[in-house]
């Protein structure tokens, strides 16, 4: 997987991205614990145990993605289809996945692109 790095291109707002979905799995207790690449299954097996069903994997697995705040510019884990989309700094709903950030405005300084800079690194 390609490591990118987010950043404006007038300010050098930098926009937390890392690898753009991360794998989580829901354990008994209902914590999420995230499944770090590569081996993701790995850690899905282990919280869920070794004869979990394909419909508890799916029940129980979700991605998470960073979506920016616009309020207070923090970013936060936020799985798409499960998570209402808010902040969980200051609870505001006005923000966008980073995903959908790139080539738009800068939210700082208005002035410059959120690009998207490839850093050569593979994961
Ligand atoms: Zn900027
Ligand atoms: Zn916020």
């Avoid at 004869?51 to 508890?56: E, H, K, P």
Wanted: charged share 20%; with cysteine; aromatic share 8%.
């Amino acid at each position: 997987m390609d490591i990118y790095v987010v950043n404006c291109n007038g300010c050098g707002f930098h926009l937390d991205f890392g690898t753009g979905l991360t794998m989580y799995v829901i354990n008994d207790r209902g914590e999420r614990i995230l499944c770090l690449h590569p081996g993701e299954f790995y850690t899905v097996l282990k919280v869920l145990g070794e004869d979990a069903s394909d419909s508890l994997i799916k029940q129980r697995t979700g991605h998470l993605q960073k979506w920016l705040c616009l309020e207070c510019l923090q970013t936060c884990s936020l799985d798409l289809n499960r998570d209402p989309h808010k902040c969980s700094h200051c609870a505001s709903a006005n923000g966008k996945f980073v995903n959908g950030m790139i080539d738009q405005p800068c939210p700082k300084c208005s002035a410059g692109t959120i690009e998207r800079f490839d850093t050569g690194l593979i994961t």
